[in-house]
């Protein structure tokens, strides 16, 4: 008899291991949400910034809501003036609120004051 009680704790033991191992670390991911004059909002998430990323910017831009990927930044264009987006909420500069480019590249952002 005392052969199935070493079983049961020995499982019991072993489930309680289980349960205490840590699960497999979520990927990184960055959020990016641009809302425009009008309200309306976009969302763009991405894994990382290994590879750039380079998207068209809405028109008419005012606002994001920036959380990058660890070790990336995000930043617009708009012809030869560049603009980096700092870690959480801000309002977009007028100069690209039309016809700016999202940049998504290995970098460092700012917390926004």
Known sequence: MRKPAALA????????????????AAAAVGRLVLTTDTGSSSQLIYGGCEN???????????TFNNTPAPGCAVWLSNGSQHFVLCAGQGTVPAVY???????????????CL
């Open 9 to 24: 704790l020995a499982g019991i033991a072993m489930i309680g291991a289980l349960a205490a191992t840590p699960a497999p």
């Open 52 to 62: 750039p990323v380079l998207t068209h910017a809405p028109s008419g831009l005012a």
């Open 97 to 111: 609120a039309n016809n700016a480019l999202i940049h998504i590249r290995q970098g460092t952002s700012l917390p």
